[in-house]
């Protein structure tokens, strides 16, 4: 699968179709009487969320959405057909932007929410429409307007309640295949993660589930375009819960260091992603080594922070990890449409 989460759109609208210049004959009206019809409306393009897709690739090649144009009146008061609109499915979470000034028009975050991003132009009014006591046969009508053009920036960022970070091959792609239904490529090498992973997580069958995002590994820099966290660090600042993962049975650097780098590329990136509610994991503990592991246990301790030991590959406190994931995004309240980032 090929993950874009990026994309550069010209929309057009259509054109209103023009007002018509058309009499009847009719005995005893002057000129046979006013009888042209309006122009119909020209289609929009609407931008509607599709909970289906998590990917704006198929934007890739569609550079141009273009909506139809009204058409002309006709004569006999006939009103021409009005345009239609071109709807364009997005995944939810998407951003629009005017890509001249970055403004933001708007954002799609519920499955079949609709957005115009360029307005149909108005059709014309035909002469019957100038029709008065003292103007009983105009003739002339209404030209149809020009319909809105605009280019567009489109960002996905992701919709997940909780977000796994850490360095490459720590652990969170084994994580979230086990805790879901989701697949992601788990091998034994650095960035083995590519795109982002989303999995739904079902603790009980009588509360909503939540999403999980597995995110590509972070690396020192990333906030600076470094690996390929700089890409992918945009999809965490809508989790309400983060997941910080440090490998137990690496040999090298400390683990305290490690969280250290991570914790500095995402203040790097937004500081108020520091602020979110936060777990620190050890993983791998099948295979821990033991100064690691009271290492991490004492910085957790001293930053306040809820430490957890898994293996996702014995489960072991692995459902101990989700019911803490659970209970803590329901002490943390969804955000409302305005304040999400």
Same mark, same amino acid.
């Given at each position: 699968?090929?993950?874009?989460?990026? /994309?550069? &759109?010209? /929309?057009? %609208?259509? *054109?209103?179709? =023009? #007002?018509?210049? %058309?009499?009847?004959?009719?005995?005893?009206?002057?000129?046979?009487?006013? /009888?042209? $019809?309006?122009?119909?409306? #020209? $289609?929009?393009?609407?931008? &509607?969320?599709? $909970?289906?897709? =998590?990917?704006?690739?198929?934007? *890739?090649?569609?550079?141009?959405?273009? %909506?139809?144009? #009204?058409?002309?009146?006709?004569?006999? =008061? +006939?009103?021409? +057909?009005? #345009? %239609?609109?071109?709807?364009?499915?997005?995944?939810l979470g998407t951003i629009v932007q005017d890509a001249t000034d970055g403004s933001v028009l708007g954002e799609v975050l519920e499955d079949r929410e609709r957005l115009v991003v360029a307005r149909g132009g108005r059709g014309g009014k035909g002469n019957a429409r100038f029709a008065s006591a003292t103007r009983q046969a105009p003739d002339f009508a209404q030209d149809g307007r020009e319909g809105g053009e605009i280019e567009l920036v489109l960002e996905l960022k992701l919709l997940a309640d909780v977000g796994l970070v850490g360095l490459p091959n720590a652990g969170k792609s084994t994580l979230i295949s086990v805790v879901s239904a989701a697949r992601p490529k788990v091998a034994d090498y650095p960035f083995t993660t590519l795109v982002p992973q989303l999995g739904v997580v079902a603790v009980d069958p009588l509360r909503d589930p939540f999403v999980i995002a597995d995110l590509p590994g972070l690396i020192e820099g990333a906030a600076q375009g470094a690996g390929l966290g700089h890409q992918f660090l945009r999809h965490v600042e809508r989790c309400r819960v983060l997941v910080h993962l440090v490998d137990l049975a690496q040999v090298g650097e400390s683990p305290v260091s490690q969280v250290v780098t991570v914790e500095e590329e995402l203040g790097s990136f937004n500081t108020e992603l520091l602020d979110r509610p936060r777990m620190l994991v050890g993983t791998k503990v099948d295979a821990a080594i033991e100064s690691r592991s009271s290492e991490l246990r004492s910085l957790a301790r001293r930053r306040g922070l809820a430490y957890f030991e898994i293996s996702s590959v014995t489960r072991s406190g692995v459902d101990v990890l989700v019911a803490a994931i659970e209970s803590s995004l329901l002490a943390e309240p969804r955000r409302s449409e305005g304040d999400l980032p």
């Open positions: 699968m090929v993950f874009i989460d990026e /994309a550069r &759109v010209h /929309a057009f %609208a259509g *054109r209103g179709g =023009n #007002g018509c210049v %058309a009499f009847r004959r009719e005995k005893f009206v002057p000129h046979g009487g006013p /009888a042209g $019809g309006d122009g119909g409306h #020209g $289609g929009s393009v609407v931008l &509607v969320g599709d $909970g289906s897709i =998590n990917t704006l690739f198929h934007l *890739r090649h569609s550079r141009h959405l273009r %909506a139809e144009r #009204g058409q002309h009146g006709e004569g006999s =008061n +006939r009103t021409g +057909r009005c #345009g %239609a609109d071109t709807e364009v499915m997005v995944p």
